[in-house]
Each structure stands twice: as C-alpha cells, then as structure tokens.
C-alpha cells in the first residue's frame, strides 16, 4: 500500500466518525495512521479530561502512559506497582470516552510467564485498544531488562496473539535503563521485528545517529521515538527527516501540567489567589466531557 493509500484510508475511517467504531476498525484506522507518508504524533493522556483535551486539539490516535497512570495513583512505574486490571480499565475508559485508537503502555506485559504476556494481549482486544506496547523490563530495579532470549520469547507469545487483531509494539529499555549499547538495542529490536511486532521502540536512543540506525535496521516496520534523545528534545520535521513513523510524549505531558500545578500551589501558599487561577477555565473542561457523553449514534 502506498503512502497516498494510507492516508485515504485513515482519513476515510475518521470520515465515518471515531464515536461508534468499534475494536477491528480502531485497529485498522491505528495501522493505516503508521502506513501514511509522513507518520504522526501521539500524545499519551493519564485520565479522561486529558484524553478529551487531546482529541479536541485534532489527534487521531492517543497512547496511555505507565509512569503518568503511575504518578496519578502516587506510585512508581516500572515496579509492578500498577496492576493489569487497573491499566486495562485505565485504557478503556480513554476508548470509550473519545474514540479514537488507544495505544496500551502495558510495561513488560503484565505478567510472569510468555503465556501471561498473550493473556494481556487478548485482555486488551477485549477492552477495545488498538494497539499496545509490551517492554523488555522486569520490574526489578537490580536487574532492569530480561535477558534476550525470555525478552524475545514474551515478544513471541504476544505477536502471535495480536497478528492482525491489535498492533503490538515491541520495545527495549536498554538506553533509559543505564545500558546505551546500540548493538544489543539493534539485536532485540530486530528479533522482535522477526517474531512478528508490528512497531519497534527504544526510548531516548543516544543522539539521532543511533535514531537512524535503529530505523534502518529493523525497515520496513515503523519506528517509535519517545519525544527525541538523550541529548534533548528534536523538532517533528528532523524525526520524520530520519524516517521516524510516530513520535509518543510518555509523561512529558503529565508532567509539565504537574510543573504548572507546583506554581500555583506556590503561588497559592503566598495568598495570591489572582495568580494561582489566572487563566482557569473548567467550562472548556466540562464541556468536552458533556459532548462525549452524548448517547452515541450506531
């Protein structure tokens, strides 16, 4: 399919309206947005007003967010602080409210076994995601990543219980995780990429060298880039430049709201109340809520 396909055919799928597609078509309209000539920018929410917010604003597809779904509940991602269940309502709700595909932050799978991993695959189709990511992460903060084999072999499990159902990411915490070896990082990309993920993701790769790297060597599938490098946040048009299909924002979203939020409690604490609500409009916040509530044609 030619990029000009893709295009029209996620164009024509938002054209039929996001409100009463159900699970296959979101998964349709998700992979056709990675096959259109130029790919896209997904912002992650971490509740149902942000995911409104973010729809308004015109984007056509939303990821969840482990570290922000974390921090919202004032607990820590990564260690299995989150349970499958609470992600999975967590991500529903997102569907539901707005409509649009939601790509799953589901960490290492939610699970012990590769088995448990296809179960979270299945659990996810279940609750209407479009996509969803499993990691190469552990949960233990003394041994971050799994080895390669049981990396590779969770990644196994899950693509075959998402192929043509749900559009899997594949991802490698190697670089946040202390490790920058682009080599390995390059072997389990691939090796994922061989046992059927359908996108490919290693957060902050070191600078846009390694970017390049990772996109050509696990081409023709699409690459996720988590905002930029280590060395610093890159304009869109420079990613899409090195051949990245899709930009996600992690908790960077959540996070600058949080910075907005720690000015105005300071603000507040000093009795300027001026300051600590200037510019406040909760009636665009209601109002977003009140629309996608409507009882929905279909």
């Known amino acids: 399919m030619s990029g000009l396909e893709a295009w029209a055919r996620a164009r024509a799928l938002h054209s039929r309206g996001s409100q009463t597609m159900k699970q296959p078509e979101l998964y349709e309209r998700f ?12 912002p992650n929410a971490w509740d149902g007003a942000s995911a409104l917010l973010l729809r308004q604003a015109g984007f056509q597809a939303l990821g969840t967010s482990s570290a922000a779904l974390a921090a919202s509940l004032g607990r820590l ?4 602080a989150v349970s499958r269940q609470e992600h999975l309502a967590h991500a ?28 979270t695959i299945e659990a996810a189709i279940a609750s209407g995601l479009a996509g969803i990511g499993v990691e190469d992460t552990t949960g233990d903060p003394a041994h971050p990543i799994r080895e390669f084999d049981d990396a590779v072999e ?16 594949g991802r490698t915490d190697n670089f946040i995780a202390g490790r920058p070896d682009l080599p390995d990082t390059i072997k389990r990309l691939t090796a994922f990429a061989e046992v059927g993920a359908d996108v490919l993701y290693a957060p902050y790769p070191t600078d846009m060298d390694a970017v390049r790297a990772i996109v050509k060597a696990v081409a023709p599938k699409p690459v996720n880039l988590l905002i930029g490098t280590m060395k610093g946040t890159l304009p869109w048009a420079e990613l899409q ?26 603000q507040l604490a ?7 609500t200037e510019g406040s409009r909760f009636g665009e916040v209601k109002t977003a809520i009140s629309e996608a509530r409507k009882p929905r044609a279909g």
């Open 154 to 169: 969770r990644m196994r499990h899950a693509a075959k219980a998402a192929k043509g159902r749900i559009l899997l990411t």
């Open 77 to 80: 991602d990564g260690q299995h």
């Open 92 to 119: 529903k709700l997102l569907c539901e409210l707005t409509g649009l595909p939601i790509n799953g932050d589901f960490e290492d799978g939610y699970g012990k076994s590769p088995s448990d991993v296809a179960a």
């Open 270 to 276: 000093a009795g300027d109340l001026a300051s600590a």
């Open 31 to 42: 992979r056709a947005l990675h096959e259109q000539k130029g790919g896209f920018i997904m």
């Open 241 to 266: 430049q090195a051949g990245v299909k899709r930009v996600s924002l992690g908790a960077a979203l959540y996070a600058r709201v949080m910075v907005d939020l720690q000015k105005a409690a300071r």
